[in-house]
């Protein structure tokens, strides 16, 4: 193993079944109050026919120490943002502070039931009202809707109010305007919503500077069928977007209106405003740019922010504030709001998201969020800087808050992105994200964030050199990567050929 | 580190962006605040929250249940919870996993064959299964009973409106408060699915099996949702009564009611779907070695791959929400899940019973009924619910006429495992009291 | 590596330097609200002489996710109960609850000060009240006080209570009874707190079947210079002392008093008393027998508990229930107890431990204590039946919570306990104790606890046979052991000669 | 498992234990309580902790400083607050470098060169510095000021009382509140140990450097103990002014008052006395390959290989709440200590101004102070605060009569970085008010 692997070392870790696995016939790890009521035969209340007549067979039975030393020992073999830097690009795992989540367990808002009457609940609307208010100034767009889930839920929610716009706006003509213009670099998310709301896609070209082709799209635009565009900016490279003016303008004159993908607003935040762009509805991903954990998968949470024109089409419930005279300000929740597009999800949107990200943009404060932005872009460059020598770095303009190489040069001999990625797990980095964007064949797009400092940016720059010399010297090395871990590769292909998807119990366990 | 890169000042890194774009002034957003200030504030806010701190019989799509401590202490160990989406399967074993643990959970629950890897909620998933189900009929026409969660309905007509569908809502039975015989009788050979909910939005439990053999008779799908999760513990399994996609809100198992989310959308459906299941599979997988382990697959279905005709855009889903689901499952246990299921139904009946003898209160709904049921009152809800806020501090329950205009006295109640005895009879002692004046 | 290893695997584990190697001038972690009072400068309010001139130098600065990092990264090197068995015999390594965690964390307990008057601070005098009862209860003996914060300091104030009662009882003459009783098999701490406690320590011999040799014992009481005895049971060799109550008689008739070792009570609590023995005073270990958590060291607990006679020597303050009518029970403080050997700690004892030890007691109710204490015994024999084909076990006599084993067998290949131990390691168990007690040559005392299941008892008896066979045929592997660990064996012979206690700048650091 | 073994049932596992000592009755203790009922019944108990909700003011030992939230998530990862004493380094590394970390902090706080794992608290530390003192200079006198802190004088009596040590208690001056003159003459050749605290039981500062010149003169050495460790941040260091031995009560560094416990003892001295330590030591260490990692080290000063020849007796001691600590220190790091000291003293200046400034109150001592201080009221101490947590909601001092008999209006007042201007004015109003009857 190369001693240039300065940031692990290999140790035990422990191995661990599935709970079916471990389950024991009479063992129990919950006790519940004894009931305190008169029990009536379950028959009486409930018709045989409708009870459950499995006995939950096969659900698990195990002590609670069982279960906690299954999620501990389950839990050891994570990477996490905890253990270090985690460049995924185009995901921004940033640091995610332990005061947002006790903030998002104070039992006043743990224990709020959605449907409490709003006079009950204003410290709850408050929050929401509130973190609207910041977003609205942060993007530039005034109206904003938290009910998203996550940036797809977004993306949609924003798609339809485009929708919803132009046939008020047209009427029986509108039927002729269904096509969505996305780049031939936007994140799959893009085009899925744009089906899921009724719009054909047409992909516009990227120029070899990795912007977005004008010519084609003036001619894409020259058709009258558009609806509008999709943008991401800075774009999925990494790129500004420098002509986003212009672009506007195109579809703004073409009848169309603009999307904007949020996703990497952790490049933008006190800095620039799509509002001011000419972007017209963008999604927003609290759980990158606002720092609210990954989860390993989620929960996220992905608000919409709009033109005051669009405003009146955002998903109801509308939460607004009442005129007040002493005191507290009060909330109301409007739902007479015609041109709506409706209810996107029940309730209110992953509220406990909310919370986190007021947190994190009023401990930052409004210096703290621009100082933020500044660093993860300032982190960037240096890797930017720190790799070029080794690897090829197909757009040669400065990237903003993350950077796309490619396996070019590595590729001769054989290693393939998907090695280095693999390879770096050796080093102890968690890989970057790989292959995506489509355009750029064998892309590696890195994300550093603001939350890693300059000695462990050093160790991840010299870990990449260090492969691509392997590369070199020892393509097998890279290619039968990672050899650290408690698992290899594994056969992807034949998962997928005959998938299983759940434990059963074998037979003779039944 | 600006100099080893080249530059003079922050204000360089900017340079691709035109002056004219420039933002020039500080965000108008507040001052940092340190740590001692935002608990403060926040705690302030949260004292905002009166309804908080009270015993509360509200139901409706979220549910108080206990929450072992164990499921916050593992949900928040920095493994869990600081991680990405497992793309990395060698060193993301914990979190696939936990998913595919989850995944049979909800299988065993629903009585399916297959299950995601969680949706972003209840009322989302089902209009994902209302989609699935266009998807896999090449039907169009779509019937739902209109004892769904008005909620969930909204959601689905959101997610129908361009997708060429058409959504008909047939008016429940208003004697049972079950869905009507005229619900089967819809059923048609364009009909991609017949929708409903059991326990349904007024607690009463649908025949299920009746319907399920009305829409097979059709060809159309059953497609099954579940609000209240803890009854999958005692009522007979959608999928036993022959339900081909069933969706369910997750919450009940062991997450906080924060206001109405972050929730997690349960979704299961037959092993002959499986390619059509929107969002995310953890499947199992071997190394050279042939170590098991577990991996995201089925990826040719999503969005990053599919892009326009992917069965799905949902990207990000509810992991953390589903990993506190699995600890809180595999702590409740099989025993568990049903000691709690039997004291709901228990407590909810000792309810129903003690507030039906008061006089000026009634129950409109005959249908049988898990932890939920509705009441009618001698006056407006609304007022009636007030008062015993304000006068009793307790969270009585939901007034219909929110949802049903034509419901003005009526009220949605439910007790769960953590309602006692005490709190009860306070409640209906409560419910006289403020009603007879 | 052996492929009877199953509990573990190898895997990656992060590298992670010392805090002060981190840390960068000018990064903060922390941030306070701002100073709002009038400011003075700094020497009207303090003479200069008396303000510190070196500006912390070396104190670290880094930021609040260096922080994070550096401990989760630390963390993941530590071997944990959460992680699996734990057989440290005499440890009693059982499950931490997470409940009773949070009971400690209550905000009205966790913010109570020491010397709030005592009508504002009922209900922690409340919750000390109630422990006392219950561990009366459970020992057989009345007067109990908590303030000792471990066993040991838990012994002292035991074996201060004896010299205080026979200074009181026996005046001048009890300085002919100086001398304290002490079998070959204790604990460490026995001697070193009785002579703190200014006594001489006579050992007494074990017999061949590892109990008090009582005619050794006779003999030593015949001098009429005994002040008492220090007796563990179930002694260290994991046997009960069935002779207890003659040992006792023994003792008194010499006139002294017997004091119980209680680290052991998990072999006994809801099955035996040491009061219905004849003990007259005992200390217990509320981070053992009552599960709080070991922290990696502490804090403890150690109770002491004593028969009626020796009450009022127990520490000051007493917390007492003052009689009341209505409502609830209300307490008071006590100082005035003239025979009392004084306070051993500040304030009351390690308060948030009793917090949790009472959860645990009243978790478990009265049958749970009991059945612990059943499953702790019959998964210690479930081990010493498995283990005796392969390793000699000094003793025959059943064990009770713990078993010693000997390395005599392995010894003839030169494979002895530590290498065992170290060997255990890359099968994935922390070892058991080991050389302790000392009269056991190569002793290992192995302690399950209740907290472990058949499972993993199995997978630990397979580890141990599995050893035994590689100790014969490729003794080198487990005289080299462990193998499988980021770092090997330390030198700690080197490290006890010229011993570097602390991290220093390197002159160029500074 | 039992039949495995060959038993018959679980009474046979005790057969060793004679008939006659089984408990033949199940344990009076209650029967098993739910999670549930067990925190109702800690809630239940908890509010009758009417101090705990209150602002307050209140030292003397125990402080309320802020603590970050990260602390209390790191000290509750299972890998550091369920691991046992680091016996085997291999699998204990995390535990060992945290002890190497808190030692070297405590000597770069304390300004001396050499610091152990952790005693149980300020107090006995205190009296193990005593006795170490003894075994290093083999002198049995010992000289303490009265201005220590009553209740470690009180532990030092108990442990010294069997050890042949003589302890005289020097009375400190009346007019300053600090040592008198007459402490350091009492120092003679048979001295062991002169025994000071600074800030001193009544806030004021001690002149460390005077009194070690004393002590040194005669031979003996100079044991310092501080209770607030916060004022390391500010205050020269007891190892700068020439303490010999320096014992602390880490409290002060994110650990919560929690009643008294557990808090942590700091303990440290001189290179020359690294063998007398009591308590554990972790030191570096290398393997084969030449990786650095940490070990408990010279143990051969310890019980459980020296017995009673040991320097200690103490085995446990308070890793979990020195890790805390040493995650507080790092966490606040070299700027965020400073910075808190300073509004400790800032806030505690302008409090006792308002408070001298109130009419019928006085502040008796005019040494110089940290963030803690005497104030003489108009009555009865006892009384005036009664009132003012009553009628205030304000946990305004301690009543020094507690442990001064002849001083029934005095009490003591602390102010720290967390109590808000507001707060301290509200003491001053509340002050005056409860006394203008
Ligand atoms: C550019 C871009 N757009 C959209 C999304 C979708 O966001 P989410 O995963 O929250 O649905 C992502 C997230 O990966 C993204 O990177
Ligand atoms: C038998 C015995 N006695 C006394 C002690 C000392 O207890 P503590 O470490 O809590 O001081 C121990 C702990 O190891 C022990 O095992």
Known sequence: MSDGITKVTSHISPNEQLIFERSQQGRVGYRLPALDVEESPVDDLLPREFQR???????????????????????SWNYSIDLGMYPLGSCTMKYNSRLNERVARIAEFANVHPLTEVQDAQGALQVIYELEQHLAEITGLPGV?????????????????????????????????????????????????????????????????????????????????????????????????????????????????????????????????????????????????????????????????????????????????TDWTVGEPTFKLEYDRPKSIGRVKAFFGNYGM?????????????????????AAVLNARYIANGLTSDYDKPFNSPPMHEVVFTDKRQSRKGVHTLDIAKRLIDYGFHPMTIYFPLIVQGAMLIEPTESVGRQELDQFIAAMRSIANEALEDPELVRNAPHSTRIGRLDEAAAARKPVLRWKAKPDEE | ???????????????????????????????ALSEIELLNRFEKMGRRNAAARRPSFLGGGAYSHYIPTIVDHIISRSEFFTAYTPYQPEISQGTL??????????????????????????????????????????????????????????????????????????????????????????????????VVQSPNFFGC??????????????????????????????????????????????????????????????????????????????????????HRGFVLTLATREQHIRREKATSNICTNEGLIALAATVYLETMGRRGIQEAAHQCLQKAAYAARRIASLDGFLLPFSGPRFNEFVVRGPLDAGALLA??????????????????????NDFLVCVTEINSRDEIDALVEGLSEVSNR
């Open chain 1, 145 to 321: 809707s938290l009910q998203p889930a996550a940036g797809a839920h977004g993306e949609m929610t924003g798609i339809m109010i485009i929708r919803a716009f132009l046939d008020a706006r047209d009427g029986a003509a509108a039927s002729g305007r269904r096509t969505m213009l996305i780049p031939d670099s936007a994140h799959g998310t893009n085009p899925a919503s744009a089906h899921l709301s009724g719009f054909s896609v047409k992909t516009i070209r990227s120029t070899s500077e990795g912007l977005t082709d004008l010519d084609h799209l003036r001619e894409l635009c020259s058709h009258g069928d558009v609806a509008g565009l999709m943008l991401t900016n800075p774009n999925t490279l990494g790129l500004f977007e420098r002509n986003i003016k212009q672009i506007c303008k195109i579809v703004h004159d073409a009848g169309g209106l603009v999307y904007m993908d949020g996703a990497n607003m952790n490049a933008l935040v006190g800095i620039a405003r799509p509002g001011d762009m000419g972007v017209d509805v963008i999604h927003l991903n609290l759980h990158k740019t606002f720092s609210t954990p990954h989860g390993g998968g989620g929960p996220g949470s992905g608000p919409c922010c709009c033109t005051k024109e669009l405003e009146p089409f955002l998903p109801v419930p509308r939460i607004v504030k």
């Open chain 1, 354 to 374: 909310m919370l986190r990200a007021l947190a994190y943009i009023l401990t930052h404060g409004n210096d703290g969020l621009r100082e933020a932005t500044e």
């Open chain 2, 205 to 290: 439990v649908e025949d299920l099996s009746a319907l399920s053999d009305a829409a097979h008779a059709k060809g159309a799908l059953l497609v099954v949702a579940v609000t209240e999760a803890m009854s999958l513990g005692l009522l007979k399994s959608p999928g036993a009564c022959g339900a081909d996609i069933v969706v369910a809100e997750g919450q009940s198992f062991g997450v906080p009611l924060s206001f109405g989310g972050p929730y997690v959308g349960l979704f299961a459906t037959r092993d002959k779907y499986a390619r059509q299941i929107p969002g995310r599979l953890v499947g199992e997988a071997y190394d050279k070695k042939g």
């Open chain 1, 53 to 75: 007549d499995d006995d939950l067979e096969g659900v698990p039975e195990v002590s609670e120490v069982d279960v906690i030393r299954h999620f501990v020992r389950m839990s």
């Open chain 2, 1 to 31: 580190m600006l100099e080893a890169i080249g530059l003079k000042s922050a204000e360089d890194l900017f340079d691709s962006i035109p002056q004219d774009l420039l933002l020039k002034r500080p965000l108008n957003t507040p001052a």
């Open chain 2, 387 to 408: 008062r015993l806020g304000k006068e009793k501090g307790i969270e009585g329950g939901i007034p219909l006429w929110r949802f049903f205009t034509d419901r003005p």
């Open chain 2, 97 to 194: 996993q936990t998913i595919f643990e989850f995944q049979t959970l909800v299988c065993q629950l629903t009585g399916m064959e297959v299950a995601n890897a969680s949706m972003y909620d209840g009322s989302t998933a089902l209009a994902e299964a209302v989609l699935m189900a266009e998807r896999v009929t090449r039907r169009s026409k779509v019937i739902a009973t209109s004892s769904v969660h008005p909620q969930y309905l909204e959601v689905v007509h959101t997610y129908v409106q361009h997708a060429g569908i058409d959504l008909e809502v047939v008016p429940f039975d208003a004697r049972t408060g079950q869905s009507a015989a005229a619900l089967a009788k819809a059923v048609d050979d364009h009909t991609a699915a017949l």
